[in-house]
C-alpha cells in the first residue's frame, strides 16, 4: 500500500513538473548601435543600458541581411589597449571569439550573461569574412554598489559574531574537561 502511494506521488510529481524544453522568455533589448561594417552594418544590442562594469548582461549581434550562413569573430578590447578573454561560458575563452547564436535571441550572434570586469572604454572589434570589420566603443561605468571591501567586511560579519561563540563555548567546554581530569 505504502509503494502504490509513494509511486503515486512520484508519478504526479513528474507529471506537473516543468517541461524541460518549455519555451525560454525572449530576451529585453534596451539599446541598440549600428556599426558600419565593410560596405554593410551590423546591428549590436544591449539587455542593460547604460553598461556598469562587472554587471551582467546580454549582447547580441546581427550583421544586415542576417547570420544565417555565416561566421565571425569578436575580440574585445579592454580599457588598457590589451585585447581582453572574457571568460564567456561555452567559448574558448581567447580574446578572438567564434561568434555564436545567442540562448534567447536565436536570430543574432550574442554573448549571453557576461560582465565587463573594468570600468572605462571598452572596443569591440567584429570580422565577418566576406563583409568586413568593425568597431563598436562601448564605455562602461563604475561598479555599482558599495565598493568590495566594504561588501565583505558587512557580509562577514555574521560569521565572525558566530566563530567568537563557538570559540567560547569550545574554550568552556576545554576548561571544564581539564578540571575534571585533575580532579
Given at each position: 500500500?505504502?509503494?502504490?502511494?509513494?509511486?503515486?506521488?512520484?508519478?504526479?510529481?513528474?507529471?506537473?513538473?516543468?517541461?524541460?524544453?518549455?519555451?525560454?522568455?525572449?530576451?529585453?533589448?534596451?539599446?541598440?548601435?549600428?556599426?558600419?561594417?565593410?560596405?554593410?552594418?551590423?546591428?549590436?544590442?544591449?539587455?542593460?543600458?547604460?553598461?556598469?562594469a562587472g554587471r551582467s548582461l546580454d549582447f547580441t549581434?546581427?550583421?544586415?541581411?542576417?547570420?544565417?550562413?555565416?561566421?565571425?569573430?569578436?575580440?574585445?578590447?579592454?580599457?588598457?589597449?590589451?585585447?581582453?578573454?572574457?571568460?564567456?561560458?561555452?567559448?574558448?575563452?581567447?580574446?578572438?571569439?567564434?561568434?555564436?547564436?545567442?540562448?534567447?535571441?536565436?536570430h543574432a550572434w550574442g554573448l549571453d550573461v557576461v560582465?565587463?570586469?573594468?570600468?572605462?572604454?571598452?572596443?569591440?572589434?567584429?570580422t565577418v569574412p566576406g563583409v568586413g570589420t568593425g568597431?563598436?566603443?562601448?564605455?562602461?561605468?563604475?561598479?555599482?554598489?558599495?565598493?568590495?571591501?566594504?561588501?565583505?567586511?558587512?557580509?562577514?560579519?555574521?560569521?565572525?559574531?558566530?566563530?567568537?561563540?563557538?570559540?567560547?563555548?569550545?574554550?568552556?567546554?576545554?576548561?571544564?574537561?581539564?578540571?575534571?581530569?585533575?580532579?
Open positions: 500500500m505504502r509503494l502504490r502511494i509513494a509511486l503515486s506521488v512520484a508519478a504526479l510529481l513528474i507529471l506537473s513538473a516543468p517541461v524541460a524544453s518549455a519555451q525560454v522568455e525572449p530576451l529585453t533589448i534596451v539599446h541598440s548601435e549600428r556599426i558600419p561594417l565593410g560596405n554593410s552594418t551590423l546591428t549590436a544590442s544591449f539587455s542593460d543600458w547604460p553598461i556598469r549581434f546581427e550583421p544586415a541581411g542576417g547570420i544565417e550562413g555565416r561566421t565571425g569573430t569578436v575580440r574585445a578590447i579592454a580599457p588598457s589597449g590589451e585585447p581582453k578573454a572574457l571568460g564567456i561560458v561555452g567559448l574558448d575563452g581567447e580574446a578572438d571569439m567564434k561568434l555564436q547564436r545567442h540562448p534567447q535571441a536565436r560582465a565587463l570586469p573594468e570600468e572605462g572604454m571598452w572596443r569591440f572589434e567584429f568597431t563598436l566603443p562601448v564605455l562602461a561605468g563604475p561598479t555599482p554598489g558599495p565598493p568590495a571591501a566594504l561588501s565583505w567586511t558587512v557580509g562577514m560579519i555574521p560569521w565572525t559574531i558566530a566563530l567568537l561563540l563557538l570559540g567560547r563555548k569550545w574554550w568552556r567546554v576545554r576548561k571544564q574537561a581539564v578540571l575534571a581530569w585533575s580532579d
